[in-house]
């Protein structure tokens, strides 16, 4: 006799504590991205200002999945100003003078965090959740592809 396949996974309110931290990282990034891309200055600036104009782009694509994937898990996505502050456990630096190298590395390390917290999430996650562990991993890869090419901006 074939054994029935789950229909349901774990999807307890830890899940959704962590998909709603997620969310806060994630928008809490975008906004940095896009304070970043208008305060930049300096020789590379444009280059700079359109990497960061395309992170804002690709970290508002990841909010948004993760909000959907909160609502498909019957969560409410928390994003009151208020909850993404409380929320987030990764801090979003914004450069106040434009300073490309000082913008630069507090990205890559901003990034750098985000890389260990979905790594360590995924690995947590294992096959209890497929689904919400293969959206972490698609953004993970985004993220990796995004310290990269600030490293590239680094030149390190």
Not at 42 to 53: E, I, P, R
Not at 72 to 92: F, K, R, V, W
Not at 120 to 144: H, M, S
Request: glycine share 4%; charged share 25%.
């Amino acid at each position: 006799m074939a054994q029935e396949t789950p229909t349901n996974f774990s999807h307890g309110p830890d899940m959704l504590t962590l998909l709603n931290r997620d969310l806060a990282n994630e928008m809490n990034t975008m906004l940095m991205y896009m304070a970043n891309s208008l305060k930049a200055s300096g020789t590379d600036a444009h280059d700079v200002k359109s990497v960061m104009s395309d992170f804002v782009k690709q970290d508002f694509k990841h909010a948004r999945k993760l909000a959907v994937r909160i609502v498909d898990l019957e969560g409410e996505p928390e994003l009151t100003p208020a909850d993404l502050q409380s929320n987030a456990s990764i801090e979003a630096m914004h450069s106040r003078d434009g300073k490309l190298q000082l913008m630069l590395k507090d990205a890559l390390e901003h990034e750098l965090q985000a890389v260990i917290e979905y790594k360590n999430q995924i690995q947590n996650i294992a096959f209890t959740d497929p689904v919400t562990r293969l959206l972490l991993e698609g953004i993970l890869a985004e993220k990796e592809h995004q310290a990269e090419e600030i490293r590239h901006l680094l030149g390190v």
